[in-house]
């Protein structure tokens, strides 16, 4: 199934439709998702891992021919996502060659024999692109491979966003471009100092040959007219004198005879006035056939056979041609040719001049990125302390009330071995679930359930509008309930406010939050089976509440209890 684009509300960079075709127990799903809080229930082992994990192949997972259906000689999945401007987004898809515009359709395809292909747009891409895009779209919370928070490398951009750095972040960032362009300039100019005798022989002689040549624009095309000038001095001159006589010596030549039609109009004109209207006209014409007349006359006069101005031309179209060949094919690049040369070589002639000029720029340069990079840190330090506090009593409202977090900001205070556009800060978070166990580093000790509750919560209490995108929440209510769903819902609620959620929940405490109800529903039909999925309206969610409150016999008292979840 190939995903159309459709007059769809645009909200940040979101999720409009996702199209999954044979893969694993899907045949065919096509799932169209809200700006807000989008919930997937249903019972255990319905399909709905399944949604999660194809989401996280199409943005850039391992996509094998093992995943296909059972007898399916091909899959696919497709998302239509829908973009707002983000530079850094931009830019990479113009250097990569693509357009911009308010949407981004991708597709992958897999075959049984192992093919995998991969359009964005409708247009080949590679899975490298791919990957460069999936922070920009899509990002992954719960037991998968997906799991970005366990990534120190993001660590730095949650603390930032906490912070609100982003101004102070954009002075480091043009700080360290204008280090990075001094720097990429003197390293030229070394490779230039290096290479510096060889160059500068061969600029001269290029410079010398074409100073001596002493080019002039269009001196090719005027040397082949003089050319065939000279090499048809006899036709040439034979048709200037035919013509000349015809219009001006012979008995009836032309101007006599024009001269004559005009007395004979002007007597008409005398009996009948239209006639002279032609008279202005013919006046011009015996003006246009006498200046022609003599232009042939002076041109044949001056037409003479001569030998020796034909070799010169010769040798000289010879040497144009020469020149042309060498550099670039025209006079015209042959002279920018010139022009470059004659600025490389001052450069070179003036390169220890540069050189000093260069390095003091880069020794101010270096000094001014270091006192940009300095105040952020100073101020990532403040903002790791509330950080901590803030986090700390977010996950105590999720059900990990013995949890510690910390946030470790290492430096290089120097300024000479970590430095970089973001500054010269290394951010690890470092995570205690249990009392009495030292923090370390977060990817070594929380589950997945504990490490999708603690990025919703660093989301909840990040400034998260800042890039808002699509979060995705899988296994989020693993080992908790009631009064801990109830927190958990909130805070996905909030979440949603500024950015598109996806949240796999098998607790109705939960569910109850949904602007977008989804059920997933798993059936065996003629054989095979099938999943499905649908959108709730609010009977069909007072029923789905109620199967989760009570399992498969669904009571009248559950469903009471649904309609008051959904009433609050």
């Known amino acids: 199934m190939h995903i159309r684009v459709g007059p769809f509300n645009l909200w940040a960079q979101m999720l409009q439709l996702l199209s999954i075709s044979n893969i694993a127990l899907i045949e065919d ?26 989401l996280g192949v199409l943005i850039g997972g391992r996509f094998t021919s093992e995943l296909l259906k059972s007898g399916a000689e091909r899959g696919s999945i497709e998302g239509l996502f829908s973009v707002t401007s983000n ?58 491979e997906q799991q970005t928070l ?43 100092a290096a290479e510096k005798f060889q160059l500068v022989d061969t600029l001269q002689f290029q410079i010398g040959e074409l100073d001596r040549a002493q080019l002039s624009l269009g001196e090719d095309e005027r040397l082949q007219e003089e050319r065939r000038r000279l090499s048809n001095v006899e ?9 000349y006589s015809r219009i001006y010596e012979d008995d009836n030549a032309a ?18 006035s239209s006639f002279r209207d032609y008279l202005e006209g013919l006046e011009s014409a015996r003006a246009v056939l006498e200046d022609l007349s003599f232009a042939l006359r002076d041109f044949a006069d001056k037409l003479e056979f001569s030998p020796a101005r034909l070799a010169t031309i010769e040798d000289r179209l010879a040497e144009l041609s020469r020149l042309k060949r060498k550099y670039g094919g025209s006079i015209e690049t042959a002279l920018e040719h010139l022009a470059q040369a004659q600025d490389r070589l001052r450069q070179i002639e003036t390169s220890d001049e540069r050189e000093q000029e260069l390095n003091d720029q880069l020794a101010a340069a270096h000094k001014a990125y270091l006192g940009f990079a300095r105040k952020l840190h100073k101020q990532r330090l403040q903002a790791a302390k509330a950080l901590e506090k803030s986090v700390e009593e977010g996950i105590a409202e999720v059900a990990m009330e013995n949890a510690r977090f910390e946030v470790q900001v290492t430096t290089d205070q120097t300024g000479l071995e970590r430095i970089s556009a973001t500054g010269l800060d290394k951010v690890e978070f470092h995570f205690s679930a249990n009392v009495g166990e030292d923090v370390k580093p977060l990817a070594r000790v929380a589950s997945g359930g504990e490490a999708s509750r603690l990025m919703l919560v660093l989301k909840t209490v990040s400034n998260a509008s800042e890039f808002p995108r699509t979060i995705v929440f899988d296994e989020i209510d693993t080992g908790i309930g009631g009064r801990v769903s109830e927190a958990v819902g909130v ?39 099938l999943v499905s999925i649908d959108k709730l309206d609010r009977a069909g969610r007072v029923e789905e509440l109620a199967r989760m409150l009570t399992g498969a016999e669904i009571t009248d008292s559950a469903r009471r209890h649904a309609r008051e979840l959904l009433k609050n």
């Open 87 to 144: 530079p850094q987004f931009e830019t990479l898809l113009e250097n990569s060659g693509f357009q911009n515009g308010d949407e981004l359709i991708i597709r992958r395809e897999i075959s049984s024999a192992g093919r995998n292909k991969i359009f964005i747009n409708n247009q080949l891409a590679t899975q490298t692109l791919l990957r460069d895009l999936r922070p920009f779209l899509v990002d992954i919370h719960g037991q998968g």
């Open 491 to 529: 805070k996905l609620k909030k979440l949603a406010q500024t950015n598109q959620v996806l949240c796999v929940t098998h607790q109705p405490q939960i569910a109850r939050f949904a602007d977008n109800h989804l059920v997933v529903q798993k059936e065996a039909r003629e054989g095979r089976t």
């Open 255 to 272: 101007l006599e005879r024009l001269r004559q039609t005009v007395k004979d109009v002007v007597e008409l004109s005398e009996y009948d």
């Open 29 to 54: 799903l096509r799932v169209e998702f809200d700006g807000a809080l989008n919930l997937l229930t249903g019972e255990t082992g319905s399909g709905k891992s399944i949604i999660v994990d194809a």
């Open 235 to 243: 036709k040439l001159t034979t048709l200037c004198q035919a013509s």
């Open 150 to 192: 366990f990534d120190p490398d993001t660590h730095l951009e949650l603390l930032d966003s906490f912070a609100g750095h982003a101004a102070l972040r954009a002075e480091v960032a043009d700080a360290y471009e204008n280090w990075s362009r001094l720097r990429r300039e003197l390293a030229a100019l070394h490779k230039d």
